[in-house]
Structure formats: C-alpha cells, structure tokens
C-alpha cells in the first residue's frame, strides 16, 4: 500500500526499458487532492542532478501534485539537454494529467553522466499515468529499486488519517548510485508551513542521520505530498511525530539494505555538551574506515573510535572518554576498561555507545561497516 | 645512510622483543653536535598517544638531542601508567648518553591501547646505545616498520651539508596502525627558528597532502634534528627546499607502500580562487570511497568526482568544471566530454586533474584506492 495508503493518492510502477534489466524503472504518485500541499528537502551538494534543480522550483511554492519517478538513470551531469529531458517529463506527465508541468516533481537515479532516452521514458511514462490505481504503491515502491535487493514502505495510521512513504538507496549519504529518493503521503489536511517544519523536523533526525558511506549523492530528494482528503487536521505535534515515524521507518530499511554491509552500526553519543556536538563525533566516527573494517572483522576495536572522536572539535577531555560495543565498556577514562573478549559482534545489529562526559545532549548515527562487498560493488557498478 | 649521512648523528636499530615477529623493533638517533636545534610538527589529533604528550614538551625549547623510536606498541590510550614507560624510555637513554632526559624525543608505534612491556623495552634501549654507529641509518629505518613492506630513506647533498631521512607508516592521515613516523636529519648549522619555519613549509606541502584513508593517527611525528656539524650555514630558502625535497621523497614512498593500495593517485586541483580551495577540493575527492573503489576498478568515474567537489565550500561554477584522468578530459563544463574508452587506468600511478575555472591558484593531494586487500589488512590487523 504505502503511498496509495492515504486517501487521495494513485500510484503506478511501469517498465520503459530504461534498465538493462528490464526490470520496472518509472514510478508516478499523483495527488488527487483536494489539497496539493507539499514540502520537500534536496540534497545539499552543489554538483546537483537537473530533476533536483527543477523539482526545487516546483515544490517552491509549498505545493505539488504528482512527481514522476526513474530508475535506470540519474539525469546528472548532463547539460542543458539533460535538463530539457526533466521538463519535457514534468510537460508530459501535466499534459496527460490536465495539470501544470510546475505542478510536477521529477526525480532520477541511476548512473550518471549519461543522457537518458527521451524516447523509452516518454513511453514510459505515458504508460505510467495510463495504470495509475490506488492500489498502485507497491509497484512504485519496486519502480524506483536500483541496487536495492528490496524495496521500501512504510505506513502509520491515526485517527481518520494517515500517512505512507516509499523509498530507495542507502541513505542521505550514500554507496554508489544509490541515490536516496523518498516519496512520503498522507491524507490529513495540513497547510504548507506546517508540512515544511514537520517534513524537516522529521528528515533532521532520520534519514540526516544516517551516513552509510560519507557520500552525497547528487540526486536525494524527500518528498511529503498533502492530499487533505481526510478532512482532519491533526495537531502539529502529532502529524510532526507520524511524518517522523514513516522516515525513520523507511531510514532503518535503507540502512539494512546498505549496499555489501554485513553490520548495522547506531552510534549514540551521550552526555555531550551540545546535540551538534554529538552528531559531529558520531559523524565522525561512522566516516572512519578503519572503525567500519574493524567492525566487518567483528573487532571491538574502540582506539579508532577514540582516533575518530579526536578530530572533532566536541567538548570532551580525552581521559574522560568511556566507549562500549553493545553494552560492553571496553574503554574506560580513554584506557581499557572491561575485556574485548566480551563482546559478541556475530549479529547484524551493532551499537557503539560513546560517553563524552561533558553535558546532557546525545543523538544517534547510522553507519554501516566496510567490507569487501561494498569495494566488490562499487569498483565493479558501472564497468 | 639516510639519518647518519649528515655529519654529526649515530644512529641504531636492534630486536626488543616488542614485535610478535621478532623483527627489529627499537630504533635510536643521537644528534652529537656541535648543535642541538630541532623541530617537529605532531598530530593534530586532540587524542594524542603517550609519546606525543611527552615529545611536544621536549621540542617546545626548539632543542633535542636524541630520539628514540618503537614498533611493536603505540603506548597510546594507556593511561598514567604508559606515559611512565614513555618518559622512562626517555630517561634511560638520558642517563646512557649522560645527557636529560628533557632531551630526548620519544615515538612509538603499533597496536593501540596496549600497555608497553617495560621490561623488554628497557633492555632494547640499552642495546640501541651499545650499537650506534655513524652508518646505523639503515638499520634504524628499519626497526620502525609495522606493516611497511620496505624501509624508507632519503638524502640531499648541498654544498658542504646534506640532509637524510627515515619514515614509516602510510600518511599523515594513515592506513590502519601505519602511524606515520618521520626523523630528518642535517649537518647544516641552522638557528631553531629557522629550522622550524623550514620543516613547517616542507610539511605543508608534503605529508600534510597525503591523505592514504582519511584516518588520522595519534602517534604521527615529523622530527628535524640539526647538528651543525658542517659549520655551513645555508641561505634558507636553500635548506627549505632541501628539507622539502627529501620530506616529498619520503612521502611519495609512503605513498607508494600504502596498505592494500593498487594506485597511487596524484590529485591536481588547477584554477582555483585560492589554494585553500584547491586543498580542500582535492581532500574531499581522497576521502570519497567512491571515487577510490572506481579507481580500484580501473573506472575513470568522473560522475563521482564532481559529486565529491560539490560538498565543498570552495569558489566554482558547476557547469563549468573539467575533469581529467592521466591527461583525457572525460568531463568538460560539467558534462561528459572526451571518451572514457581513451582512458588507461592500468599502471600503479594515476593523475586526476580538477579545473576550477575561477583563478591561478593549485594544489596536489596524494591518496590511494581502495582495494579488497586495505579492507582485509585493516579487518584482521587486531584480531
């Protein structure tokens, strides 16, 4: 179900061929209203794809009623032509809603540097707005897979409203070409201020907070489409919440979906002097190699971890530094603490705890570890 | 010869049991004089290991007289009880060489958060003193190794005076244990001031440029000793450049034996506003693992290297970005320009120039790829 969960929204997931596999590779989500209030949040990479330089127009004005979808190219690094390809998808997805292609989102991924084919995706997409359904989201859920070896949805429910997503990639930050692309739904009636600071309260600490690999990519893109066909305008708090729930939802598959990872690493920094304080040393810590090789080889290996920490500039004392993996406080006051023979990093789920001992603040990071699948995917991907 | 081609240093290396392979493991440098300047840059890490806490005291004055390193042990996050063993080690060779211990440099490296053995290590000290020689160069060289796989050296004769050196490890900001550890010596007769000024403007351009993983280490030490045993004094853009020389060498030898590297990778950012930019633009294109798995598999991704320029704060236009790999412009104006087919990614060393098109200013950052074997070196090295 996902984005077709709430009301007013169609979805459909087509095959334009754009993918050599043949696999489906163009998703449309329309919004049939009554309302077209929409937010959005872009990558912050300067070097940014053309369906992001014109989707940043478009959702401008807090308000969007379809966004169309590829997989199988990103539409990056390709000139004015490039360009010309997004706004002929947006004109022709208008055309055949009845709607204005400023009304239209646009989003890409794939490899880049490479013109997409006008002719495949206009065919496409014209079989993409003939298949639309309300029961279309698991199609464009799987439309929008690159790497991916699943694909990614989520939904909550409250009283008389709702709200679904759908996602793709690896995270905000991500391996190879896995742009992180998100379409994110719901039928409560909210304005589009309040769909702005729900959206970016909501991304800030999910899918900002994961880093699978230290990488931006050029086309991420986190959609939130307003139908108000519910008739019912939650409290702020509450939709803020929900929004929420459905992105770190969504984050948590990314993550566990990382391309070649074996492990799934949250990082919590605790007792830091500031929140900002916490994510920089947790950063730091997931962009480390040596701590995510250390991890691959299940290595409690927290002398990286300290390495990492001392390149931030955190409020800490080294000495102070306690560190534990799962538990285990195998550093303490930046010395051994408790034996490395305790800790048991044979599951998937790792956690990495780090005391700073200087405040009250904390935040968690997502990272995942570094192994030979991952070089194997990402030196092999586009040759 | 290398450390003990300049007149007036001994040098020594000897087995003290610290390395589990029974390869040398303790390495000394005496500066006999008629001076005793010396300088030296050290980690900027803020967790630093024992012997850097101890070393940055000695070299404060602008003076040392000797310096004695080990492998086999970083004594780094190891508490009261390893800054003991640190200064100890530096009061040992003190009291053999009748000098204080205020005067002796102290470098480890190796496995961190592991207490020295004390024992073993008093008793290599002692032999490191028995054994100096004016032809110990080599042998000191290599009992710094950890997972160096050759020792290296340099020198540069001048007219009259000459400067050598020794180092180990894999880059200022180092590969796994590869801390990096360099000595220079010099039988110019240089005041301290200038001996700092010179191996500062020789760092900046040299090791401060290489940047093999991005991991910085706690230990890294970069030692000037400078006897005046010439009696020469040189003009001091002379001995700068000098100095420089031989740290480049040094540093395109550490580069070249980089854990599990297959390229060394020259990163030339051209045209830039400022050379600030041109450093910051290259760093962030080394530490994209990305670009250096596309590297590994010989694919010359110039998608992922404008992505990586696009995060940083430096002065360029998009549209109007270059990219070559080895001299073929694949990427012009921010588009795909000469054939990636023309591109040969064969041999061990690659050149990838960056063209900011907004000014005269440069820079070149040296970095590695990343390979299966830097994922198996540094997921087993502990474990």
Same mark, same amino acid.
């Given at each position: 179900m996902s984005v077709t969960m709430p009301r007013g929204f169609r979805a459909s997931g087509v095959t334009a061929g754009l993918k050599a596999s043949g696999k489906p590779d163009v998703a449309l989500v329309v919004n049939d209203g009554p309302s077209d209030v929409a937010a959005a949040v872009f990558t912050t990479n300067r070097c940014k794809a053309n369906p992001v330089l014109w989707s940043e127009q478009v959702v401008a004005g807090g308000r969007a009623k379809a966004v169309v979808l590829n997989s199988g190219g990103a539409n990056c690094y390709t000139g004015p032509q490039g360009f010309q390809t997004t706004h002929a998808s947006a004109e022709l997805v208008a055309a055949k809603l009845g709607i204005g292609a400023i009304d239209v989102v646009v989003c890409s991924t794939g490899l880049i540097g490479e013109q997409l084919e006008r002719g495949k995706l206009t065919t496409g997409i014209e079989q993409a707005v003939a298949t639309l359904s309300d029961t279309g989201g698991q199609d464009a859920a799987e439309a929008i897979m690159t790497t991916d070896t699943r694909s990614k949805q989520?939904?909550?429910?409250?009283?008389?409203?709702?709200?679904?997503?759908?996602?793709?990639?690896?995270?905000?930050?991500?391996?190879? !070409?896995?742009?992180? !692309? *998100?379409?994110?739904?719901?039928?409560?009636?909210?304005?589009?201020?309040?769909?702005?600071?729900? !959206?970016?309260?909501?991304?800030?600490?999910?899918?900002?907070?994961?880093?699978?690999?230290?990488?931006?990519?050029?086309?991420?893109? *986190?959609? !939130?489409?307003?139908?108000?066909?519910?008739?019912?305008?939650p409290d702020e708090a509450e939709f803020t919440a929900a929004v929420t729930d459905v992105c770190h939802d969504l984050a948590q598959q990314l993550l566990g979906d990382a391309e070649g990872a074996e492990h799934d690493i949250a990082i919590e920094v605790v007792n830091a002097a500031t929140e900002d304080d916490a994510v920089e040393v947790g950063r730091a810590i997931a962009r480390s190699n040596l701590f995510k090789t250390a991890v691959y080889g299940k290595d409690p290996n927290w002398g990286r971890i300290l390495a990492s920490v001392g390149t931030t500039s955190a409020a800490f004392e080294p000495t102070a530094l306690d560190v534990a993996f799962n538990g285990v406080w195998v550093c303490r006051g930046g010395e051994p603490g408790e034996s490395r023979e305790l800790v048991d990093l044979n599951d998937r789920a790792v956690t990495v705890t780090v005391d700073l001992k200087a405040g009250d603040e904390k935040a968690t990071i997502w990272t995942n570890d570094l192994t030979h699948a991952y070089v194997h995917e990402n030196s092999a991907y586009s040759t």
């Open positions: 989520a939904v909550r429910e409250a009283s008389g409203w709702s709200v679904g997503g759908m996602a793709k990639g690896a995270g905000m930050l991500a391996p190879a !070409l896995a742009t992180m !692309l *998100v379409v994110v739904t719901t039928d409560a009636a909210v304005d589009a201020a309040t769909a702005d600071r729900a !959206l970016r309260a909501a991304t800030r600490v999910t899918f900002d907070r994961l880093d699978s690999d230290g990488c931006m990519s050029t086309n991420d893109t *986190v959609l !939130l489409m307003c139908s108000g066909a519910s008739g019912v305008t």
